[in-house]
């Protein structure tokens, strides 16, 4: 352990992947994070314009932020994010991962296709991520999944994206057996319905949001700081003795009958 | 109408199906950054509406390149002509 007493929820020192990391919760976790101390990189894909958003507030507030634009589902973009990794530094101290896809529909709408895209990104993509970083992890890593209510419960159209959370959940708990005895933890934040812009351009968006929060004993959505902090936790030294655990950060809304 | 007002007024009926939005606030210059919806998930949505609209198939490749209208009408352009 790196860090005593109250340095405890400090990321100082450490050296932190996100992927998925330049929009909504992704880029929540990549500002507290580098606001807590950690060194960060942060993968993007497609919104070019996301990664220059964050850029410019790292700037700004001066936080040790990169940035990485890479396709985790492929082997062409696995390899650049190997390059960058290795121009970076031999190693790595953390990583949470953000990127998630997936298509709202019935099931006699969902196709193959839908499938594959879907299962690429939230749960191969991960476990390509895996064998390729696995050897920068040194003792003290701390590796964290995003998921969601739907890897546990049944929601509207949300089959595909529900069951590929399922589904890396359950590696993410295979492999947090699997690297413990090497000192790496692996753990899975859940966030429930979190305030974000995608969910105010909704249809229907403020009755949606109603009715959410009246399901919500904490009378109010969460947002992506609180889900970041939780992140923050979960690759600090606090929660040193946390391995394979689900953290739900939902304020309360899964407790309701 | 030309062949690039024809593709980008059927990727506007793309993106009204997809985001619900006003197909008149779509052109060229738009991107993921204008359209809240249109993060990763929202994503996927629009590439099946593209595909549904224009009866064509995307690859992972195009639709990772999908960063903008522009990018989109370029990428369907010549997916048209090989339907011909």
Same mark, same amino acid.
């Given at each position: 352990m790196s860090a005593s007493g109250d340095d405890l929820f400090s990321l100082c020192g450490k050296a932190i992947l996100v992927a998925?990391?330049?929009?909504g919760i992704g880029q929540a976790i990549s500002l507290r994070f580098a606001r807590a101390g950690a060194t960060v990189i942060a993968n993007y894909l497609r919104n070019q314009q996301a990664g220059e958003d964050l850029k410019a507030i790292a700037a700004e507030e001066g936080l040790a932020i990169s940035l990485c634009r890479a396709d985790l589902t492929s082997e062409k973009g696995l390899e650049q994010l190997d390059r960058s990794l290795q121009e970076w530094g031999p190693h790595l101290s953390g990583l949470v991962y953000c990127a998630a896809t997936g298509i709202h529909r019935p099931i006699e709408e969902l196709t193959d296709r839908h499938f594959d895209w879907t299962f690429n990104l939230n749960v191969r993509a991960f476990f390509k991520l895996i064998k390729l970083t696995r050897a920068r992890f040194s003792k003290g890593s701390s590796i964290v999944v995003m998921s969601s209510w739907g890897a546990t419960r049944a929601l509207p159209y949300y089959s595909l994206v529900g069951s590929s959370k399922g589904a890396l959940e359950a590696l993410a708990r295979h492999l947090a057996v699997e690297l413990a005895p090497d000192g790496i933890r692996v753990n899975i934040l859940t966030a429930g319905a979190v305030l974000t812009d995608a969910w105010k351009a909704m249809p229907n968006s403020e009755s949606r949001i109603a009715e959410t929060v009246r399901r919500t004993p904490a009378g109010r959505l969460v947002t992506a700081e609180e889900v970041a902090y939780g992140a923050q936790f979960l690759c600090s030294?606090?929660?040193?003795?946390?391995?394979?655990h689900t953290l739900i950060l939902d304020g309360g809304t899964g407790i309701m009958a | 109408m030309s062949e690039s007002d024809y593709v980008l007024s059927k990727v506007q009926e793309a993106f009204k199906a997809a985001f619900?939005?006003? +197909?008149? %606030?779509?052109?060229?210059?738009? !991107?993921? !950054?204008?359209? +809240? %919806?249109?993060d990763s998930v929202g994503h996927l949505s629009l590439a099946s509406s593209l595909e549904e609209v224009f009866g064509i198939t995307l690859d992972v490749d195009e639709l990772m390149e999908m960063e903008n209208v522009r990018a989109i009408v370029r990428i369907i352009t010549p997916k048209l002509t090989e339907k011909v």
């Open positions: 998925g990391g330049t929009r030294d606090a929660s040193a003795g946390i391995v394979g | 619900d939005v006003d +197909p008149q %606030l779509v052109t060229m210059e738009t !991107s993921a !950054s204008d359209i +809240p %919806l249109w």
